[in-house]
Each structure stands twice: as structure tokens, then as C-alpha cells.
Nanobody
């Protein structure tokens, strides 16, 4: 299992872009799926994007067409490109694995979108 470290968040105006990175301490090729989640205070953590080991991707309807997930197994890294950001995209973004990572979640990276 691996430690996950997210980065790339920040404060951006509506319509702007960010690129999030999640670097794992070991190989991610064993994980069937790599996910990005978003946590907003008072709400459950929600799945926003997934990338499977066979190259397929899936997105929540709220981000489809604006976010792009990709994984680079050689670099043990998963990316999330966030375009056309909206204030409702604000939250703490985490990456995670499937099967579930026994070392748990990383610290996340905060994305704040101002209107």
C-alpha cells in the first residue's frame, strides 16, 4: 500500500484553471482505479472523477466536460485538470484508490474558487 500526497490547489477566480497532482509513495499500477474526491464542510466526501487501469475515465455530472483525470503509472501520479472553475467547485480534494488503500487518505489539497 501507499502514502498519497495531493498538491496543486489554490485560490482562483471563477472561470480559472488548476491542475491537481497526487503522488503515491509506491506503485499505483496495482490499483484497478484511481479516484479524486471532493470534501465540502457539512457534506459527505463525494467522488468527482475516476481513472481505471484500462484507460477509461468517469466523471460526476457536475464536473463532466470541465475536469480531466489522468494517471501516469510510471510516475506513480494521478492528475486532475480543473477548467472553467465555479464557486461550487470549492472544497478539499483528495485522491484515493480502489481497492481501498490500507494506509488511508492523504491530507488533500484545498481548492477555493471566488466569484
Amino acid at each position: 500500500q501507499v502514502q498519497l500526497m495531493e498538491s496543486g490547489g489554490g485560490l482562483v477566480q471563477a472561470g480559472g484553471s488548476l491542475r491537481l497532482s497526487c503522488v503515491a509513495s509506491g506503485s499505483i499500477s496495482r490499483f484497478v482505479r484511481m479516484d479524486w474526491y471532493r470534501q465540502v464542510p457539512g457534506r459527505q466526501r463525494e467522488l468527482v472523477a475516476s481513472a481505471t487501469s484500462d484507460g477509461s475515465t468517469n466523471y460526476d455530472a457536475s464536473v463532466k466536460g470541465r475536469f480531466t483525470i489522468s494517471r501516469d503509472n510510471a510516475k506513480n501520479t494521478v492528475y486532475l485538470q480543473l477548467n472553467s472553475l465555479k464557486p461550487e467547485d470549492t472544497g478539499l480534494y483528495y485522491c484515493y484508490t480502489f481497492p481501498p488503500n490500507t494506509m488511508g487518505w492523504g491530507q488533500g489539497t484545498q481548492v477555493t474558487v471566488s466569484s
